[in-house]
Nanobody
Framework: QLQLVQSGGGLVQPGGSLRLSCATSESTKDIYAIGWFRQAPGKEREGVSCVSGDDRYTNYSASVKGRFTISRDDAKNMVYMQVNSLKPEETGVYYC?????????????????WGQGAQVTVST
């Protein structure tokens, strides 16, 4: 069973940056799209970014486009999300998930596997 282990959360000031990491227990190349989601306190989980299994397609929510960048390093079984210019309202728990999709990725997919979550707090 595929396992995802996250790292890289923390406390950052408004306008700051972080890199979130998602390590997979086996190769997801050409098998799984990987998505990043976040859940703010008292709100539903929302899709932030995703990358297709073949690494040819990415998608971002409108609120993060131009500030967040998703990438995958299939040689290392890693997926990253660089988050820049963070805002206080982006505080929450960030999750990575795997969805069996090769050429595209969507936030509404049946993500079958999830990381444990990483807290990101944007505050002075």
């Amino acid at each position: 069973q595929l396992q995802l282990v996250q790292s890289g959360g923390g406390l950052v000031q408004p306008g700051g940056s972080l890199r979130l990491s998602c390590a997979t227990s086996e190769s997801t190349k050409d098998i799984y799209a990987i998505g990043w989601f976040r859940q703010a306190p008292g709100k539903e989980r929302e899709g932030v970014s995703c990358v297709s299994g073949d690494d040819r397609y990415t998608n971002y929510s409108a609120s993060v486009k131009g500030r967040f960048t998703i990438s995958r390093d299939d040689a290392k079984n890693m997926v990253y999300m660089q988050v820049n210019s963070l805002k206080p309202e982006e505080t929450g728990v960030y999750y990575c998930g795997a969805d069996a999709m090769i050429r595209l990725c969507v936030f509404s997919g049946p993500y079958d596997y999830w990381g444990q979550g990483a807290q990101v707090t944007v505050s002075t």
